[in-house]
């Protein structure tokens, strides 16, 4: 179960202003001009795909996940999640894994053990909780506090705390963010591996085109505000890719540098 229909999705952000005293105009009536953020996106994300949304600074791509997740309205156009239409936020289908997402002043334990708060055998929540921190690596660090982990650690325990709830999907905005470059490579594996292994549907966004390419079974690649899909390329290759041995990945990264208009990173 995840899977995902976004149809003729368009989405205007009014843009209100004061307008000033004047001897005509009433004081304090409010202005507006529209901000045009998504025009017309049609997708499909398929359950159980991995996908990496790209595009431009602006363009629109948290307020697609935020639509999606039900948080926003969209101005016309709808989303489904398996055929039913998306209203408002639901967390029982869907988890949405924002870096800085842990409690500080709870330890790695309580916070995996949020999202099982409905679970009333003790003991099942407990193992489940363990289980989820082995999956992470994070054994040992139960009684830990946020602020006692590294960067990469808290990664991985918003991870355990994602994945227990046993969502239907998973939307990550750029969750690597402010991580070093080792940990996010290291970080990356680990999505992947997971993804493997538990098949979720994810859908993840990132500035980073090798990242997408590495991780995705499918990347779209939106243009400059409003978006629009530029491209929507499906991944094949198996894991580990590897830039080196695989001509094609060489030549899609270069086919999304010149889609952004990046040229001299070719
Ligand atoms: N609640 C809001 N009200 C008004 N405008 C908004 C609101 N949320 C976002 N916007 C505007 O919509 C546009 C798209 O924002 P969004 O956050 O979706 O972009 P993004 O593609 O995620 O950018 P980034 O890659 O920098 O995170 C921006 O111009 C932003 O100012
Ligand atoms: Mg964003």
Redesign the pocket.
Known sequence: MGHIQVCGLS?Q???RRTAPRTVNCSPNVEQGTY?E?LNDINLHFEDGELVCLL????????????IIAGF?QPTSGSVTIDGKQVKGPSSNHIFVFQHNGLLPWMTVWDNVRLGLRHMSDKEQMGDRIREYLDIVNLTGFEHHYPHQLSGGMQRRAELARALVVNPDVLLM??PFAGLDFLTRLKMREEIINMHEYFRKTILF?T?DIEEALVMADRMVV?SD?P?QVRMNLKLSCSHPRDFTKESALEDLRRSVYMELGVHYAL
């Not at 595009?55 to 935020?66: A, D, F, I, N």
């Open positions: 989405k952000y009014m843009e901000l953020v595009g431009p600074s602006g363009c629109g791509k948290t307020t697609l996940v935020r926003e905005d750029e966004i500035h939106f505000r978006a």
